[in-house]
């Protein structure tokens, strides 16, 4: 599966920013997803997972009333709305497909990843 990340950027502390990712090579559908960050010098990190049906979502508590998943399975997409941001959420931001359908949180349950979008927020 090929996994395309996209909408990073830079923007002001306070700002907001929608990620995508588009998702090609198998049944987007059953396939839970999630995004995970990677800040210099530090371990990545989980951000959010939703279901395969988007019935279930998991948050970061850091992100946590901030930050949204949702996907479009019609167009094999996910999505992460990110509002308020900090600059403390400066990350190269990464999309990944999981082998199962219910949400999950460890990196090491997802099969795929994305090339990863970098976000930037100034304070």
């Known amino acids: 599966v090929q996994l395309q990340a996209s909408g990073g950027g830079l923007v002001q502390a306070g700002g907001s920013l929608r990620l995508s990712c588009a998702a090609s090579?198998?049944?987007?559908?059953?396939?839970?997803m999630g995004w995970f960050r990677q800040a210099p010098g530090k371990e990545r990190e989980f951000v959010a997972a939703?279901?395969?049906?988007?019935?279930?979502?998991y948050y970061a508590d850091s992100v946590k009333g901030r930050f949204t998943i949702s996907r479009d399975n019609a167009k094999n997409t996910v999505y992460l709305q990110m509002s308020s941001l900090k600059p403390e959420d400066t990350a190269v931001y990464y999309c990944?497909?999981?082998?199962?359908?219910?949400?999950?949180?460890?990196?090491?349950?997802?099969?795929?990843w994305g090339q990863g979008t970098q976000v930037t927020v100034s304070s």
């Open positions: 090579g198998r049944t987007f559908s059953i396939h839970s």
């Open positions: 939703i279901s395969s049906g988007g019935g279930f979502t």
């Open positions: 990944a497909e999981a082998d199962v359908g219910r949400a999950v949180l460890l990196g090491t349950e997802y099969r795929d």
